[in-house]
């Protein structure tokens, strides 16, 4: 045995470079969950819908009404603008279009966006203030009426969509 052999084996404990590296990676992994956690305090995404339970249950008047929205013959062409919304709204004949409707545009991920407005008729269009400006964002659009016996639903990409159709007839028939 050698002299430098001898030394290196009586070295102290934190002078080995191999405990070091061990001691790494569980200091890394509780640095990675310290700053998890202050992430998972200071940012609140919340839940898009606070009743999405009883969102689940009413699905089949949600269906039902796309449905009729389907016999009506529904075809909407929205356009969106940074201060305005504008639907046109057309129905097979003999069907009477309302005189208002109900327009929900809805965030994918924060409910805290959503907007829920009411289109007045002017002549051939329903024309409506936007609240606050749409964020870039995959927006779903529900279209209604007053009494909510009917829906039409689409999505729009915003900005880069400022006009798009929503046609109830590509809906699927619901037995």
Do not use: C
Not at 22 to 36: Q, S
């Amino acid at each position: 045995m050698s002299a430098t052999q001898t030394r290196r084996d009586s070295l102290p404990w934190y002078k080995e470079r191999w405990t070091w590296l061990l001691m790494l990676m569980p200091a890394t992994a509780i640095v990675a969950g310290f700053i998890t956690l202050w992430l998972a305090i200071t940012s609140f995404d919340g839940l898009v819908a606070d009743d999405y339970y009883k969102q689940g249950l009413a699905i089949n008047q949600t269906l039902a009404r796309a449905n009729a929205a389907q016999e009506r013959g529904l075809v909407g062409q929205v356009k969106f603008s940074a201060d305005e919304i504008s639907v046109g709204l057309s129905a097979r004949s003999g069907v009477e279009l309302p005189s208002k409707l109900l327009v929900t545009l809805a965030h994918p991920t924060k409910g805290g966006l959503d907007q829920q407005l009411v289109l007045e008729r002017s002549g051939d269009l329903y024309r409506g203030a936007v609240r606050a400006a749409l964020s870039s964002a995959h927006w779903k659009v529900l279209i209604e009426d007053e009494s909510r016996s009917w829906r039409l639903s689409g999505t729009a990409f915003l900005p880069a969509e400022t006009e798009i159709r929503i046609d109830s007839s590509d809906l699927k028939p619901v037995d």
